[in-house]
């Protein structure tokens, strides 16, 4: 690729070169540094395509970074160097335009399908990969693991590090696929919430928690989310207050719905998860949702397009 975007990224004081389990830890400790505070919101907008993110080709696996200037999607468009790639677009600020988005590149990218990007801030980022490798959980075509990996000052990417095998007590990644993970910190300790098939089940939400040396423990299953259906993709609010992720289940308005779940304190169990509604709902497939840092936007995947709703603050609800 020429032209790739090579970013300034701004560093916090305590960054040193890092490896192995410290480099796990200090990326726990730039994702908790802020959390924000529990907030009321209305109901979501009708959703709109972002025309200056969408192509001819499948887009999807939309979300923001934290700070709302950057959108990582994973998308075959033309220029991709395996199945999918992750790709990233840009903006000055949140009320700014999207410039068009450009390939991320290797070691993120390679000529397997690399998706699923989930950007923790200072550079940080989750992502699931198919490539094959002897230290992978049986990771090829329709299976992949969760990575994590960082962006340097002068914009070029660490090497990917696996998360680790559930089969081998190393980690949460099962012999199955991996979707959605997403990273959040409470009071209670960091947590690593994902969608898996496990070991040949049908799609479910788990959660695993980071160890005290960065590394992740077994993933468990999250079972008020979870039904005989296949549900997936979940993303968590960063007050960890609110998730939403996507389900196939009953009672939607077609094929793969964006549900949604709350709870009064991050000790507390999540809420029976509701239907988001036909603002954002369609008969299509609603996929990998998402929630921006601040919790005013929800960006969607529909049938390979990228989408996004927006909401204030002010309603009775979360």
């Given at each position: ?294 919790g005013k936007r929800l960006h969607f995947g529909r049938d390979g397009e990228i989408y996004v709703s927006q909401r204030s603050r002010g309603g009775a609800g979360d």
């Amino acid at each position: 690729m020429t032209g790739r975007y090579r970013p300034r990224v701004i560093r916090s004081r305590w960054w040193r070169p890092l490896a192995g389990a410290n480099l796990l830890i200090a990326m726990a400790l730039v994702l908790g540094a802020a959390p924000i505070a529990a907030k009321q919101f209305k109901g979501w907008d009708a959703a709109v395509p972002e025309t200056a993110i969408n192509s001819a080709s499948a887009d999807g696996c939309p979300i923001e970074s934290p700070n709302g200037r950057h959108l990582y999607i994973a998308s075959n468009r033309p220029g991709t160097l395996g199945g999918n790639d992750i790709w990233v677009a840009h903006r000055k600020n949140p009320k700014s335009p999207w410039s068009a988005p450009a390939n991320v590149g290797p070691p993120v990218n390679t000529e397997f399908a690399d998706f699923c990007p989930t950007p923790l801030g200072d550079g940080w980022l989750l992502f699931v990969s198919e490539r094959p490798g002897p230290g992978t959980c049986n990771a090829g075509p329709g299976k992949g693991d969760m990575y994590i990996v960082r962006q340097r000052e002068n914009g070029r990417w660490t090497t990917p590090r696996h998360l680790g095998c559930d089969a081998a007590g190393t980690g949460p990644n099962f012999p199955g696929g991996e979707f959605g993970p997403s990273l959040v910190r409470t009071r209670q300790g960091t947590f690593l919430y994902f969608s898996s098939d496990g070991y040949g089940t049908d799609m479910n939400i788990y959660v695993s928690r980071r160890r005290g040396d960065g590394s992740f423990a077994k993933a468990t299953l999250v079972d008020e989310l979870n039904t005989e259906f296949a549900d997936f993709m979940p993303n968590v609010r960063r007050d960890g207050l609110e998730i939403v992720f996507n389900s196939n289940r009953p009672g939607g308005q077609g094929g793969q719905d964006v549900y949604t779940s709350s709870r009064r304190r991050t000790s507390d169990p999540w809420s029976l998860p509701v239907n988001v509604g036909t603002t954002v709902n369609t008969a299509g497939n609603e996929t990998r949702s998402s929630l921006s840092g601040d919790g005013k936007r929800l960006h969607f995947g529909r049938d390979g397009e990228i989408y996004v709703s927006q909401r204030s603050r002010g309603g009775a609800g979360d």
